[in-house]
């Protein structure tokens, strides 16, 4: 993967819009992202994380810190990233979630995250895609526009999951030197974390979480085996000792031999069952031939008491004949004379209505006489029909009366119209003073509109020099910290001095102190060499066999143990004594570089030309408020003026339409009055003319309706009369009293009726009964009666003694099937928990082997854990790899090896050595100097990165970072730090090294530089 353009806009310290250009960064291979701590380079490594992932690079921080507590609230912070992998050049664009202002209203609403995702069709289109800030140019296609497509896409694109990405671009140097170092538990959580080997750690609390249910389950299982045992022994109760071999099979889990014996009890306890069952069967045979003789008896007997009872009823039914043949003969009339007597009742109430017709329009007219006699004089005219005369006359009246509802509404307005327009003659006197007032207002506002001009221009003058001030508050700032750095550093560099001339002190004294050891050595030799000599044996010195005088030992003597530690503790200090000239060196060059920022100032001096600058900023800025809000007092003045202007001319048109609207209104209401007055009459007003012609409409109409009504009730009278005359002729009744004295009363004719329809049901049932299946042939007698009864008797006597043998062998039958089925569920039970205990048996087996395994309890193998040996399996490749970068970085003098005897490693197998090939001695890392640190861990961190690309797929990552890492090495190490950090971009990577280290910029050419302003917010510019 190759990172080609970034582009941020509102992110972390960056209020506006950067953008950087890694492949103009990257085109000798290196470049440096320098600041100083805090001033937001890994703002950018969290940027292009969260542009292809959504989250920042640390897992431990969150993803709400990307947006920028500098950026405008309404406006979003996006992430523009433009990469290239195998599957080609994509664009990514991102935006996190924020609060943002309500269009409408008060308050904030959330504005959701974004996501959008382009691919470039072509290198050639590259530079086009870049430019195009809004993504929609030519030569882009998108390919996904929601989150969770654009993680798809990323995932798809890049072939690396966050954590990977995490591990292979942005180097966790800091860790792997930590690493080094670390103690053994240390080591294990650092590798845990790095390697992401927590799942190995859980999967052996589970195998043994799962070894101890195993456990629990075979307890479990064999637990219910005894329990089944115990139902199935209390089931084909079983004697003790028959019970006792069962339950000696199950305690020891002889399962088949506990079988067979079950299968024999419960095919004994079957057996016994099979034969109460035929013994039932044949006891309820004889009850049925005896229950079929006894219902035989029983018909017999109930068909004689049954042809006897029908005699009975035809007996009662012949008596009653005469009397049922009157009933329904006064039936029959009572059925002819209803209907006649009906029309007689119908025919009397008309010829009432009738009567009661001609009286209420008498009595109509007599009351309408007084009012309106020209309308009662109708009902008697004969050259014209009476209702179509009134009809008429209501017509009349009803249209006079509408033609005056109008008027009437117009009249009852009138009053109130006056005193409207009396009203709008008062409102108009006060709206014309109204203007007057506006007019002289808007003659006084050009003056003071001049006085505001001229305060305006005053303070503008005065805020003129903000930009200088600020200017100079500026390098007044830097003077000031630069002079108190350079005071501060003084100090150091006076500790430095003298911490370098006492380590060149202590190591002159160790340096003596080692030669004067090494002389009293010598000096004492000839004592070590004469107590080696032996008589008649050459001295090692001249050769001589005899020994007249050897030397004896001083007692200032020196061994050789002292000389080696004093030579060791003068190296010591010898390395101690560069290391202290080397931070002197860096704090001298530190000061100079201070001084000079400085230049002549001292720490008050610079002090005092801030508070100036201070001072005089602080004035412009307040004439830049005064200046801008006299401006707006302006703008707001102008706006009131135009305001006022528009209202006055608006007021002088109103009052001009409503002068014009006063002169109409009063036209209007003189013509509405003569139309009154003309209409009117010899009336009081309107509403009583209108109210006496509706009085006569009303007048009319009822008449009419009183006339139709004795017309309609006379020719209904006469229809009934003539209607009943013919019904009573049709009947056969003589008259009115003879057709009345035929209907029944109510409870005479349900009486009657009831009587006649019970003597149909009794002969039905006769002829029903007399044709049932041998009842017309039975001998009804008493003799034959009593021998039925006696043949009765006797059968059902031995269905009683045939009953009473079924239902014992039923119950024999019943209670050894029982038995049989408790049993043979017992013996299902039985055999589901010998399958149980057997099955839980060997699967518990199996975890327990993989759980001792895993956990470094089996007695086979190394009993090493399972997260260990993984640890250890991904150590060992990482190591595999690292080497090949060790052997480049220190020219195949050191070489890492994974420790799996020495301090304390058999009990995790993690420790690391490092074979120094130039003294062919095994070291441990912390003898490692700081150069040697930087190149072994450096290493570490690239083969990590080569692990986890090839575990995806052999992605290759052509844009690095290494983050920091620097600030402890000495300039000649890093020299050939960085010396050797270019080897690797000569591959085709390009590397960016993040570091706040100064001498970092005199060695690589291409830079980011990120600096925070005093306002907290950071630029960032770059060199290339």
Wanted: glycine share 6%.
């Amino acid at each position: 993967m190759k990172l080609h353009h970034l582009r941020m806009t509102g992110i972390g310290p960056f209020a506006g819009t950067v953008e950087i250009d890694f492949a103009a960064l990257g085109a000798s291979g290196t470049f440096l992202l320098e600041g100083p701590t805090g001033s937001g380079k890994s703002t950018i490594l969290d940027a292009i994380v969260y542009a292809l992932y959504g989250h920042v690079a640390g897992s431990a921080t969150s993803a709400d810190r990307i947006r920028s507590q500098f950026a405008a609230p309404a406006e979003p912070s996006v992430v523009d990233l433009v990469f290239e992998t195998s599957s080609g050049l994509h664009r990514v664009r991102r935006s996190p979630e924020f609060q943002r202002p309500k269009l409408r209203g008060t308050g904030t609403t959330k504005e959701q995250a974004k996501a959008l995702m382009w691919r470039i069709g072509s290198p050639q289109a590259l530079s086009a895609a870049i430019a195009d800030a809004a993504g929609s140019g030519d030569g882009s296609e998108v390919i996904a526009s929601r989150i969770d497509e654009v993680g798809r896409e990323v995932r798809r694109a890049v072939g690396l999951t966050r954590e990977q990405f995490t591990q292979t671009v942005l180097l966790p140097q800091n860790e792997f030197a930590r690493f080094l170092r670390a103690g053994t538990g240390e080591r294990q959580q650092v590798l845990q974390r790095v390697f992401g080997t927590e799942t190995y750690a859980a999967v052996e609390k589970q195998l043994e979480e799962m070894r101890r249910q195993a456990r629990r389950q075979v307890d479990a299982a064999q637990q219910t085996l005894a329990a089944a045992l115990a139902r199935f022994t209390e089931a084909v109760a079983l004697e003790d000792e028959d019970s006792a071999a069962l339950i000696e099979h199950a305690a020891a889990l002889r399962l088949e031999p506990l079988a067979a014996a079950a299968d024999a009890q419960l095919a004994a306890v079957t057996d016994r069952a099979a034969e109460a069952a035929a013994a039932s069967t044949a006891a309820q045979e004889a009850e049925q031939t005896a229950r079929t003789a006894a219902e035989t008896a029983r018909t017999a007997l109930t068909r004689i008491d049954r042809r006897r009872a029908l005699d009975q009823l035809a007996t009662r039914l012949e008596a009653e004949k005469p009397q049922v043949d009157r009933a329904r003969t006064a039936l029959e009339r009572d059925e002819t004379a209803r209907p006649v007597v009906e029309l007689l009742r119908r025919r009397d109430t008309a010829s009432e209505a009738a009567a009661r017709a001609v009286e209420q329009l008498t009595a109509r007219a007599e009351e309408t006489r007084p009012a309106h006699p020209d309308l009662v004089d109708l009902l008697t005219r004969t050259e014209e029909e009476p209702a179509t005369a009134l009809a008429a006359a209501a017509e009349e009246a009803t249209g006079a009366a509408g033609a005056l509802e109008d008027l009437v509404d117009l009249e009852a307005a009138l009053p109130s119209r006056e005193r409207a327009l009396v009203g709008r003659r008062e409102a108009l006197a006060a709206r014309e003073r109204e203007l007057e007032s506006a007019t002289t207002a808007l003659a006084e506002r050009p003056g003071q509109r001049t006085a505001l001009l001229a305060e305006r221009d005053e303070a503008r003058t005065a805020a003129s020099g903000l930009a200088e001030a600020k200017l100079a508050l500026a390098a007044a700032e830097d003077a000031h910290r630069a002079a108190t750095a350079a005071a501060a550093q003084e100090r150091a560099v006076a500790q430095a001095r003298t911490a370098a001339e006492e380590a060149l002190r202590r190591a002159r004294e160790l340096a003596e102190q080692e030669a004067t050891l090494r002389r009293r050595r010598f000096a004492g030799i000839a004592a070590e060499l004469a107590a080696d000599l032996e008589e008649q044996a050459a001295c090692p010195v001249c050769g001589s066999l005899e020994h007249p005088d050897p030397a004896g030992p001083s007692e200032d003597a020196v061994g050789p143990e002292q000389v080696e530690a004093a030579e060791t503790a003068r190296r010591t200090a010898e390395q101690q004594q560069s290391r202290t000239e080397s931070e002197l060196a860096v704090a001298r060059e530190k000061l100079e570089r201070l001084r000079e920022q400085a230049g002549e100032h001292t720490p008050e001096t610079a002090r005092a030309e801030v508070e100036s600058a201070t001072a005089a900023v602080t004035a412009a800025t307040d004439a830049a408020a005064r200046a801008e809000d006299r401006e707006t007092q302006l703008s707001t003045f102008d706006a009131a003026t135009e305001k006022a202007t528009r209202a006055k001319e608006e007021l002088a048109l109103a009052l001009a339409r409503e002068r014009t609207g006063i002169d109409e209104t009063d036209r209007s209401l003189a013509a509405d009055r003569t139309r009154l007055d003309e209409a009117r009459g010899e009336d009081d007003s309107i509403a009583a003319r209108r109210r006496a012609h509706t009085a006569r409409a009303r007048a009319a109409t009822a008449l009419r309706e009183a006339l139709r009504t004795r017309a309609d009730a006379e020719q209904r009278a006469a229809e009934l009369t003539a209607e009943a005359d013919r019904a009573l002729a049709s009947s056969g009744l003589a008259t009115d009293e003879a057709a009345r004295a035929a209907v029944l009363p109510a409870e005479e004719r349900r009486r009657l009726l009831a009587a006649v329809q019970q003597r149909a049901v009794d002969e039905t049932r006769l002829a029903d009964g007399l044709a049932e299946d041998g009842i017309a042939g039975t001998d009804a007698s008493d003799e034959a009666r009593d021998r039925a009864a006696s043949a009765l008797a006797a059968a059902e006597e031995r269905l009683t003694a045939a009953q009473a043998g079924a239902r014992e062998a039923a119950g024999i039958a019943a209670q050894r099937r029982g038995i049989a089925e408790r049993a043979g569920a017992a013996r299902t039970a039985l055999a589901a928990a010998s399958a149980e205990v057997r099955t839980v048996s060997e699967d518990a087996g199996v975890v327990v082997r993989v759980a001792d395994l895993a956990t470094g309890r089996s007695a086979d193998g190394d009993r090493v854990q399972l997260s260990t040996y993984v640890l250890m399996w991904r150590l060992d490749a990482v190591i595999e790899a690292a080497n090949t970068r060790l052997a480049l970085f220190s020219g195949s003098d050191l070489e890492l090896q994974r420790d799996t005897g020495a301090r304390g490693a058999r009990k995790t197998g993690l420790d690391l050595l490092v074979l120094d090939r130039r003294t062919d001695q095994v070291r441990v890392p912390e003898t490692l100097s700081g150069g040697e640190t930087f190149f072994v861990s450096l290493a570490l961190a690239l083969g990590l990165a080569d692990i986890v690309t090839g575990e995806a797929g052999g992605v290759r990552m052509e844009t690095l970072f290494i983050d920091e890492g620097f600030g402890s090495l000495d300039p000649e190490t890093l020299e050939t730090v960085v010396r050797e950090i270019g080897r690797l971009a000569e591959a085709g990577r390009t590397i960016g090294i993040v570091s706040h280290v100064g001498d970092m910029k005199a060695q690589i050419a291409e830079q980011i530089h990120v600096r925070r302003g005093a306002d907290s917010r950071s630029t960032l510019t770059v060199t290339a």
